[in-house]
């Protein structure tokens, strides 16, 4: 992960810009000759810049960006070559992604969503899942998400959608303490002009998110992307179609979960309950 003097593996940055290349290459349907044809740079740099085994020139981000139409996701990764302290490796595109995003849409099933959550939320998460981290680690990655969490009240303002299971909140990670600081941070959160919050019921026979935790992230330049994450893993997904799916799933569960105003009202009926 890092090297001895510190510094991080110069490697970790590249192969994220080297995954993002990647998935508007195959969105085009372009082989990497052909991309090299229109970037005027050989098919061996293209492998080599996918792979994370070279760094970009400045005049093959920019012509890449218009060969793919990559509506700025390939400058906004190459502007973060570096690694990001304290986030997963896969997870540090998508948190570029979401950095720049004019909206947002995640829906979470396994834990409270990591910009909704409180440092001791965050902490008991951190602590439950195999391998311990050392402190230094989970110093690192709590500062990271906390970082992260500053998006919620950024100017220009993202727009927020969350979906979040009722299972989610009645496991009370952390205990009863915790639980309580954590549902009165959400009812604070969903207050926020720019965040929408849903709870979806314990009790919903009729559920288009089975098929596990997705986010969904709008670029400035008004495109889709989406984002899957499963275990050690995460993946960007590009495809217009698989997009496209996402977001007809995600629309789905908007209108099977409770409304916002409903979800207030239950989390303030389990907070009371604590």
Known sequence: MAHGSGEPEPSEGLKAFGAVLKVFRERAALTQGELSERVNYSPHLVGSIEQGRRMPPDDFVEQAEEALDAFGALRAAARHI?????????????????????????????????????????????????????????EERIAARLDRQKLLRREPPIAFSFIVEEAVLLRRTGGDEVTREQLDHLIQCAELWNVELQIMPLRQPYHAGSDGPMQLVETQEHKWLGYSEGQQTGQLVGEPKDVSLMQMRYARMRSQALSPADSVDLLKRMRGAL
């Open 82 to 138: 570096a690694r990001r302290r304290g986030l997963a490796s896969w997870f540090r595109l998508w948190a570029r992604l979401e950095a720049a995003a004019v909206s947002l849409c995640t829906y979470e099933c396994r834990v409270v969503p990591g910009l909704l959550q409180t440092e001791e939320y965050a902490r008991a998460v951190m602590l439950n899942v195999p391998p311990p981290p050392t402190e230094e680690e989970l």
